[in-house]
């Protein structure tokens, strides 16, 4: 970068040449949030990443609901992977209230689980097709996705904010011929999404765009503790779904996926992989679920706390593995609740990823960190 | 005797006169024509604030397809933008951002809010960071209310948009 | 995984035997983690509670430093996965949590080892200049950085040695109390 600069940069002293550029929050290719580059000629020298712009204070509101309206606040920070984004909340919750859940909402839950899994990852993919302006890869998974939203729609009842999940188990029993549906959509989901390696992965401008650009090594993933795909793409096989398997994922077979590159490619690819993973376990979960049962362990509308206890829970979310810490004092709102988010824990590697990178890959490295803006800022 | 009239003096009130009187006359044509041309043309800016914006990314997806109206077309500068959406949640670092951006923006320019949130602040009524609605920091032309919104109710807030549009005074602008 | 995770389970020998009694059926590796710390600092760690999975520390704002050193080192545990602070007003101080995870060890990688600790609190705090004060751990555990910079503007907890504790989260313009502090109403409530 130093030795052999263009004649005319080269009459400049470095500290003139370096320009600050503000990207975001209104740019087509930073979403809810800034992020100031100082850039040399086309590298970027440095990066300070500015969220907070949909910063809502969801941990302040949780103090003054009780467990149970706490629930459609907390599913905001992604609404459309809202069940996982509630989960840890929900299982936190059920151990601090002491409640047993059902069975078969049990299995309900690894199904609308991983149906969110799917549908944010599709829209993500959808994103990240824009941001290397890919308008096919737009479209396609946009359209994709309306499939399983179908399907949450049959189940809860809405399109996007579910507000599925509450502490005891899942406020509705599924629909009738609802298992046929599922495993009718969910084969179509993957027979398509399958195709998306014609057009989009195996795609020449793609690779070139992305392979070798952002690359996180492995110790360095493990450093800045990044999780989700972004460590997975780093080649750490992590996966919480085994690793500290919840509710009943210790009985069905889930593998991982697992990349060495660590580059922007890896990490746009690992989350394709895992929608088809997500497609195998909704087929498993749909054939060893009781075929009736109660879906859920009603709860007086203020349930009271078993005591002062703080709970630590976390799953694997679409972004990662997600956390929520709560801590009660027996009273029946929560004294606090934390939520330990993928998207935050991720966003510490974006500067480390973008230095020295050139200005034109920064939407590629950006979005392929599986980032998600609103919900780093809860 | 128009040579009588006009003086150098006046020429330039006389001008600004029949300006006038020609306009009055093709106001109504005139202004149709440019109002048709605008509702066809309601480009946003590619501002999003909140989780709305995921709902209106589905608009534009083939099942909901926005673009065959010809409004909420993505587009890039905010310089060639007639168009705010916004899409949910203002938070007090966004509003200054919000107002510079309309700001910036040529007129005519025509503001929808999205979600109850950009109506009322919606289920954030109580949080120390949200504005109680958007009307304080920029006027608003439609409220499209849900939370959030489905992609067919944005796109009858836009519609509804035309319709306006098209009873407005295109002059005003011109 | 690769080869050097692989390691034997830390400490599920005698030690872990020693204190059955106690609580009815204590997972062997969780007590042997607990017996770990407590066999190195003694007196300056109190375990909290041991449950499933999850360890709770107990330590003063001088060790949490050393402790943390400790834990990195020699217990094979690698990244923070959240900094937590809680206000209680009533004891006058301000908790900070460490939920610590481990990505190179298999046989951890269910654990989360929670460090504790706390920072005196001041009723009229000036965030940054007042007493409260504790020392950071971004050098032992680099992905503490944005953590630790969210509990400095949501708590006005001051890392002393941070090399970048600047806001995160807050508008600029933000000059009320910190807002995660107990003391901070919303409007309405
Ligand atoms: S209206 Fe609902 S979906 Fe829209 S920004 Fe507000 S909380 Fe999010």
Redesign the pocket.
């Known amino acids: 970068m130093t030795a052999e600069l263009p004649p005319g940069l080269a009459l400049q002293k470095v500290d003139e040449r370096i320009m600050t550029l503000n990207v975001g929050p209104q740019h087509p290719g930073s979403g809810h949030m800034r992020i100031v580059v100082q850039i040399d000629g086309d590298y970027i020298v440095a990066c300070d990443p500015d969220p907070g712009y949909v910063h809502r204070g969801e941990e302040k509101m949780a103090e003054y609901r009780n467990y149970i309206t706490n629930i459609p606040?907390l599913e905001?920070p992604v609404?459309h992977d809202s069940c996982n984004v509630l989960y840890p909340y929900v299982l936190g919750a059920e151990e601090i209230l002491g409640i047993e859940v059902p069975e078969r909402a049990k299995y309900v839950r690894v199904i609308a689980s991983e149906l969110n899994r799917c549908i944010y990852t599709q829209y993500w993919l959808a994103i990240y097709g824009i941001f290397l302006g890919h308008s096919t890869m737009f479209m396609w998974p946009a359209g994709d996705r309306e499939l399983l939203i179908d399907l949450m729609e049959k189940m809860s009842g809405a399109r996007v904010?579910h507000a599925h999940f509450v502490p005891g188990g899942v406020r509705n029993d599924l629909p009738a011929n609802f298992e046929d549906a599922c495993l009718r959509q969910v084969n179509y989901f993957e027979k398509r999404i399958k195709e998306y390696a014609a057009v989009f992965y195996d795609n020449p401008i793609l690779i070139s765009r992305t392979k070798d650009t952002g690359v996180l090594s492995k110790q360095d993933a493990i450093r800045l503790g990044t999780t989700g795909s972004v460590l997975r793409a780093s080649g750490v096989d992590y996966d919480l779904r085994i690793k500290e398997p919840y509710d009943v994922y210790e009985e069905l077979d889930v593998h991982t996926n697992v990349m060495k590159e660590g580059d922007s490619y890896a990490r746009s690819k690992v989350p394709w992989l895992d929608m088809m993973e997500s497609c195998n376990i909704i087929r498993q979960a749909l054939q060893k679920m009781p075929k009736s049962g109660s879906v859920r362990t009603k709860l007086k509308p203020n349930p009271k706390t078993k005591g002062p206890e703080t709970v630590y829970k976390r799953v694997e979310s679409g972004r990662g593995s997600l956390g929520c810490y709560i801590v009660s004092d027996g009273k029946t709102e929560p004294y606090r609740v934390k939520m330990s988010v993928g998207s935050f824990r991720n966003l510490i590697a974006l500067p480390y990823l973008l230095k020295g990178e050139k200005l034109g890959n920064m939407p590629s490295v950006y979005w392929s960190l599986n980032y998600w803006p609103v919900e780093a800022d809860r | 005797m128009l040579k009588d009239l006009v003086t150098p003096e006046n020429a330039n009130v006389f001008v600004g006169k029949l300006g006038d009187i020609l306009e009055k006359a093709i106001d109504k044509p005139l202004g149709y024509a440019i109002n048709w041309g605008r509702i066809w043309s309601l480009w946003p800016v590619h501002i999003e604030?909140?989780?709305?914006s995921v709902?209106f990314g589905a608009a534009s997806s083939p099942r909901y397809d926005v673009e065959r109206f010809g409004i909420i077309e993505a587009f890039g500068s905010l310089r060639q933008c007639d168009l705010v959406v916004v899409?949910?949640?203002i938070t007090r670092k966004m509003a200054p951002r919000l107002r510079l951006v309309y700001d910036q923006m040529p007129e005519p320019k025509y503001v929808i809010a999205?979600?109850?949130?950009?109506i009322t602040g919606?289920?954030?009524f109580d949080s120390y960071n949200v504005l109680p609605g958007i009307d304080g920091v920029i006027p608003v032309d439609v409220y499209v209310p849900?939370?959030?919104p489905r992609p067919e109710t944005l796109i009858q807030g836009c519609i509804l948009l035309q319709e306006k549009i098209k009873r407005m005074k295109a002059r005003k602008f011109v | 995984m690769s080869e050097e995770t692989e390691k034997p389970t830390p400490e599920t020998t005698e030690k872990s035997v020693a204190k059955q009694e106690e609580v009815i059926e204590l997972p062997a590796l969780e007590k042997g983690l607990s017996e770990k710390l407590t066999s190195k600092f003694g007196e300056k760690t109190s375990i909290a509670f041991v449950k499933e999975n999850r360890v709770r520390v107990d330590v003063k704002k001088e060790d949490v430093h050393d402790v943390a050193e400790f834990i990195r080192d020699e217990m094979n545990f690698d990244h923070v996965e959240s900094v937590t602070g809680v206000d209680f007003p009533d004891d006058k101080e301000i908790e900070v949590v460490y939920h610590i995870g481990s990505y190179t060890d298999n046989s951890l990688a269910n654990q989360v080892l929670t460090l504790a600790t706390r920072a005196p609190r001041e009723d009229i705090p000036i965030p940054g200049k007042d007493g409260t004060r504790l020392p950071t751990l971004r050098d032992i555990f680099y992905s503490v950085e944005f953590h630790e910079r969210e509990v400095f503007e949501m708590l006005g907890v001051y890392f002393d040695g941070h090399p970048d504790n600047r806001r995160l989260l807050l508008p600029e313009d933000w000059a009320d109390l910190p807002p995660l502090r107990k003391d901070f109403a919303i409007k309405g409530r």
Request: hydrophobic letters at 25%.
């Open positions: 606040h905001r609404i904010t | 604030t909140a989780c709305c709902e899409q949910g949640t999205m979600g109850a949130c950009a919606g289920l954030y849900g939370c959030p």
